[in-house]
């Protein structure tokens, strides 16, 4: 390294020792002195042009902003881009320049002095993160269009619930009532025999007071009073089974509303279906009665019907690990293995066109585990069928 005019020597150390490329050009942007690091970089290149060599450039770079910094004495930075590299010694790339003027005595420019950083992989990755932004932009664009899309199909599956609970429950309430109408045939005609007697007893009654009789009255009353209890009785039956008066959840004991249930179908067995109870020890569960009551209602009637001629039905209830057991058997005929669980399927039945919808045990599959309960059928050849329902005794909240 020679004498370099444009460097104090205060700063001859730092521009030695920095560790970017640095040089100093005279006036007429010749370089007149290389730092090691310029050297490494751009090969020995005292006495050429500064363009020739940083730029790989045969004339000057357009603009040249040395000129600027010697007439106006202010430091200058900007990012140039090699336009034609000279080889593997005049490495390819942009470049950050800064020309800091150096003054003499009198404070004319006389030297300057060129740092050069590479930036080039700075560069990169600035555009490489701008791109990754974009990127990013555009999939949280696309994420946010896709949620709110889920979210709309969400609303609309949520509607498309609530329309379904409606129509389920639209559904157990004329299911309900198509059951309460099944029955309205055999309670009209246990009220109509009593009612019957009641209607002649008080005609005599009135006949006999008017003739001025009082005898047979007795007898008369004893009748009218059996037959009003036969009708109360009756009453007090649709009543227990729909419990219009009670609680949606309640702790109740199940075998009353088997009762009433085998109550509301005494016309339909008498005389050709037995009952069978087999009652066992059962606390008093929480639950909703009135549907718990159509799931019974429903499994004894199917039982009615499936037998052909004389028969029984068999109920049994027990306790098992903190859950009610209810069986209703049937000795009719046995339900064929592939239809044991179809049976339970919406609008699938075993019964002659016109007699069943096919939705009564579907309704009391829905119920049942709606109350965290299982319903399921078993069956055996020459057995009948046999139905098991279990309801967990604490029930729905």
């Known amino acids: 390294m020679t004498d370099a005019p444009g460097i104090p020597d205060p700063c001859r150390a730092l521009f030695s020792a920095h560790a970017d490329p640095a040089a100093v050009l005279d006036p007429a942007r010749t370089i007149r002195e290389q730092n090691a690091?310029?050297?490494?970089?751009?090969?020995?290149?005292?006495?050429?042009?500064?363009?020739?060599?940083?730029?790989?450039?045969?004339?000057?770079?357009?603009?040249?902003?040395?000129?600027?910094?010697?007439q106006e004495g202010n430091a200058l930075r900007w990012m140039m881009e090699r336009a034609d590299p000279a080889g593997p010694?005049?490495?390819?790339?942009?470049?950050?320049?800064t020309l800091v003027p150096v003054r003499d005595a009198a404070g004319r420019?006389?030297?300057?002095?060129?740092?050069?950083?590479?930036?080039?992989?700075?560069?990169?990755?600035?555009?490489?993160?701008?791109?990754?932004?974009?990127?990013?932009?555009?999939e949280i664009a696309r994420r946010t269009a896709e949620a709110e899309q889920l979210a709309g199909r969400a609303r609309e599956l949520q509607?498309?619930?609530?329309?379904?609970?409606?129509?389920?429950?639209?559904?157990?309430?004329?299911?309900?009532?198509?059951?309460?109408?099944?029955?309205?045939?055999?309670?009209?005609?246990?009220?109509h025999t009593p009612l019957g007697a009641i209607l002649s007893s008080?005609?005599?009654?009135?006949?006999?007071?008017?003739?001025?009789?009082?005898?047979?009255?007795n007898e008369l009353i004893d009748l009218l009073q059996e037959a009003s209890e036969r009708i109360r009785k009756v009453v007090q039956t649709l009543r227990a089974f729909s419990r219009l008066d009670a609680a949606p959840?309640?702790?109740?004991?199940?075998?009353?509303?088997?009762?009433?249930?085998?109550?509301?179908?005494a016309h339909e067995m008498h005389p050709r279906v037995a009952v069978e109870r087999a009652y066992g020890p059962l606390p008093k569960v929480r639950c909703r009665p009135d549907e718990v009551n159509q799931v019974f209602l429903n499994i004894l009637r199917n039982g009615v019907q499936a037998i052909r001629g004389q028969g029984?039905?068999?109920?049994?209830?027990?306790?098992?690990?903190?859950?009610?057991?209810?069986?209703?058997e049937n000795t009719g005929p046995e339900i064929p293995e592939e239809d044991r669980e179809r049976i339970f399927e919406a609008g699938f039945t075993t019964k002659p066109r016109g007699e069943g919808t096919g939705w009564g045990l579907a309704i009391c599959r829905r119920i049942v585990r709606e109350h965290g309960g299982e319903i399921e059928a078993r069956s055996a050849p020459g057995r009948g069928a046999t139905f098991r329902i279990t309801l967990p005794i604490e029930g729905p909240l």
């Not at 010694?89 to 320049?97: I, L, Q, R, S, Y």
């Not at 959840?249 to 509301?264: K, M, P, Q």
């Not at 068999?314 to 903190?322: D, H, I, P, Q």
Request: aromatic fraction near 4%; glycine fraction near 8%; proline fraction near 4%.
């Open 202 to 217: 008080l005609e005599l009654v009135r006949a006999r007071l008017a003739a001025g009789r009082t005898d047979g009255l």
């Open 109 to 138: 420019v006389t030297h300057l002095v060129e740092l050069l950083r590479d930036v080039t992989l700075t560069l990169g990755l600035e555009r490489h993160l701008i791109e990754l932004a974009r990127g990013l932009d555009l």
């Open 89 to 97: 010694a005049a490495p390819p790339g942009v470049w950050e320049v």
């Open 312 to 328: 029984t039905i068999t109920v049994r209830s027990f306790a098992e690990g903190g859950v009610a057991v209810i069986e209703i």
């Open 249 to 265: 959840v309640e702790r109740v004991d199940l075998r009353e509303g088997i009762e009433s249930s085998l109550a509301l179908l």
């Open 37 to 70: 690091a310029a050297r490494a970089s751009f090969g020995e290149a005292a006495g050429r042009p500064c363009w020739a060599v940083h730029f790989g450039r045969e004339t000057p770079c357009p603009p040249c902003r040395a000129g600027e910094v010697l």
């Open 159 to 191: 509607a498309a619930i609530e329309q379904l609970r409606e129509e389920q429950a639209d559904l157990l309430r004329t299911e309900r009532m198509a059951a309460l109408g099944r029955i309205v045939a055999g309670v009209a005609h246990e009220i």
